[in-house]
């Protein structure tokens, strides 16, 4: 009967083989479905974190960090004079539009915090603190950090009656929402004297001091030339803003510290891109790894995939011939094999979603602004595997309709 004669092809394997074949084939579709899900949101964390703004302008900005000794450099004054000579050489290095000193550069791990007092003897919200860098006149124009109020620090700042400082724009909406910042008074100690009040002189944009995925501090910068604690003054970054690649000033950089002080070494010398590319080193490693494994499942997958359905029309070699003969049609044929690669995918597909929801958990605290549960994501990365295995199913399905009906016939 011609449902014996469909069921003959069967002879050569048995079920369970099968069966066993497409467990495995299962498996490793969800394997690369939960590789992927993880792949996936790694790397939209990570483009996520590199298209934060970090408050500034790092491009063209090349630094240069000194760490001054106490025992050369005793005084606050040999200090001052030091970071002056330095700033002024390197004005003239030709090519530079800008130069600007900060001892607490952004996105490093160094940085200063602590709070400070309002002249008209409001208290700042529990555990409210400000970063709190000094800087020199020109900083904000090298580094690219734009002054939405007032001015900039000058010389002139060093010998004026009381102190000055500029706040970010988070202090100004902060303490004075519906006023103007420029103009008020604050201090530093937490009994201040009269000489320890600073005069907010102008705001800027908020800066992102501590990483691209920590929220931008609130800040409260002074002039480094009204400076007097030697902590404040003997570790400095100079920067520098240039009209082509900075890389090309890094020795001249170099020559004037030697010219100032021969027996200064230099801590560092790193654009300002480079800076931001080390605070994703690590992001970046975690998500190359976990794709190199996620390609990997995928080809297997992939091989899987085709493996089995190749296998599975070579058994069906006789029953295909037979279908073919009493008049079936290519486009049944093809349907027929892709079907079965479909129910492979979708079965893959379920359980790798469900491992996927509960392995992405753990990857929650290593994502920026993204979902370990993400939707694009986990439709994105199903929609992906589908098509691999349709794709891999389709090689076997047009071998299928290349068997010519009586050499099938006669297959064993």
């Not at 900075?246 to 510290?257: D, E, F, K, Y």
């Not at 002080?261 to 480079?274: K, R, V």
């Amino acid at each position: 009967e011609l449902r014996e004669s469909l069921s003959g092809s069967g002879r050569t394997s048995t079920a369970r083989q099968g069966g066993f074949r497409k467990a495995l084939v299962v498996l490793e579709i969800a394997l690369a479905l939960v590789l992927l899900t993880g792949a996936g949101l790694m790397l939209k964390s990570f483009f996520r974190m590199r298209a934060v703004n970090p408050g500034f302008q790092p491009s063209n900005v090349l630094t240069l960090t000194v760490d001054l000794p106490d025992s050369t450099y005793r005084t606050t004054a040999q200090m001052k004079s030091f970071h002056q000579q330095i700033l002024e050489s390197l004005a003239r290095l030709p090519g530079v539009l800008a130069v600007g000193a900060v001892n607490w550069l952004p996105l490093r791990s160094e940085f200063v915090r602590g709070d400070f007092q309002l002249e008209d003897g409001r208290k700042l919200p529990r555990g409210y603190n400000v970063d709190k860098p000094a800087v020199s006149p020109g900083y904000f124009q090298t580094i690219g950090i734009r002054l939405l109020r007032g001015r900039d620090f000058t010389d002139r700042d060093r010998a004026a009656i009381g102190g000055v400082a500029i706040v970010s724009q988070s202090v100004a909406r902060q303490f004075w929402p519906d006023d103007d910042a420029l103009g008020k008074r604050i201090a530093m100690p937490d009994h201040p004297k009269p000489e320890d009040w600073l005069t907010i002189v102008g705001v800027v944009d908020d800066v992102r001091q501590q990483g691209l995925t920590t929220k931008p501090d609130p800040a409260i910068y002074q002039p480094y030339l009204e400076e007097n604690g030697a902590f404040f003054l003997a570790h400095m970054t100079f920067a520098v803003r240039t009209a082509a690649n900075p890389r090309t000033i890094a020795q001249a950089m170099r020559r004037v510290l030697h010219e100032i002080d021969p027996n200064q070494p230099a801590g560092s010398i790193a654009s300002m891109a480079d800076v931001i590319a080390a605070t994703t080193t690590e992001p970046r490693f975690q998500t190359g790894l976990l794709a190199v494994f996620a390609v990997l499942a995928l080809a297997l997958a992939a091989i899987g995939i085709y493996g089995v359905l190749a296998y599975s029309v070579f058994e069906r070699t006789h029953e295909i011939g037979i279908r073919m003969a009493l008049g079936a049609r290519t486009g049944h044929v093809i349907r027929m094999v892709l079907r079965d690669s479909l129910l492979l995918a979708v079965a893959g597909v379920a359980l790798g979603t469900a491992g996927a929801l509960a392995v992405t958990r753990v990857l929650a605290k290593l994502l920026f602004d993204v979902k370990p549960t993400d939707p694009a994501t986990f439709v994105a990365v199903a929609l992906l595997l589908t098509a691999i295995a349709l794709f891999a199913g389709w090689v076997p399905a047009r071998r299928a309709i290349a068997v010519d009906p009586l050499t099938a016939l006669r297959f064993e």
